[in-house]
């Protein structure tokens, strides 16, 4: 029962340096969705997708990006990490919206990523 | 657009106490409407759900009707545990659409 898996879970960088992240989901879901979490302003979403091929802006997406080539990865890339980046970076999956038992987001463990 | 209004915390108990966390929404349309709770170190995992007014969702103890008229979905629990201690997000989903969160509400639980 691996669910929403992410890596890495920790991870320290330097101003100006790259890096991605990985989601993976072995649910089969259609949606997949990056966000954010720091403390005092609750979840903001950056990145979403509706399906393979598909991403889509959040709240939040300036500094990030993503790709989502095979349904079940979903990628996020910092191409020039900022202090301001500095926060847990959660991955969650869905299945398609509508009826009843469905809706619901399932979501990683989250992954600590401080920029210095 | 949609949001969701979360009561302000921390939010400290003493074991056994009653608990209320209130949540009020706008939205057009039909949400469902969702309590998601994150232990600490943890990632955010569904509590309860509920898809239509007058709907209550229940699960551990916890409890929260879909109030259409006052478009709220408070959560309650008539005994919490130190266990409980918790970050409590309430969230809103229109159908096939972005979820919407509060900002969520930290309750700790002495013994």
């Known amino acids: 029962n691996a669910g929403v898996t992410q890596t890495p879970k920790f991870r320290v960088l330097k101003t100006g340096q790259s890096m991605t992240l990985l989601c993976a989901q072995d649910m089969n879901h259609e949606y997949m969705y990056w966000y954010r979490q720091d403390p005092g302003m609750g979840l903001r979403l950056i990145h979403y997708s509706v399906g393979e091929g598909t991403t889509a802006k959040g709240e939040v997406p300036d500094g990030y990006n993503v790709s989502r080539l095979k349904k079940q990865n979903f990628l996020l890339g910092l191409e020039s990490a900022a202090p301001s980046q500095t926060s847990v970076y959660f991955c969650?999956?869905?299945?398609?919206?509508?009826?009843?038992?469905?809706?619901?987001?399932?979501f990683g463990e989250g992954s600590r990523l401080t920029v210095l | 657009g949609n949001s969701v209004t979360q009561m302000e915390g921390p939010v400290t108990l003493s074991e056994e106490a009653f608990l209320t966390i209130n949540c009020t929404y706008t939205?057009?349309?039909?949400?469902?409407l969702f309590w998601y709770v994150q232990y600490p170190g943890e990632g955010l995992q569904l509590l309860l759900k509920a898809t239509k007014a007058d709907d209550k969702g229940s699960n551990k103890g916890f409890e929260a009707t879909y109030r259409k008229e006052t478009t709220s979905f408070h959560l309650e629990k008539g005994s919490v545990q130190v266990s409980d201690s918790a970050v409590y997000f309430c969230?809103?989903?229109?159908?096939?659409?972005?979820?919407?969160f509060g900002d969520g509400t930290t309750l700790t639980v002495k013994p």
């Open positions: 969230a809103l989903r229109p159908n096939a659409g972005k979820s919407t």
């Open positions: 969650a999956s869905s299945p398609l919206g509508g009826g009843a038992g469905s809706g619901e987001l399932f």
């Open positions: 939205a057009t349309g039909y949400p469902s």
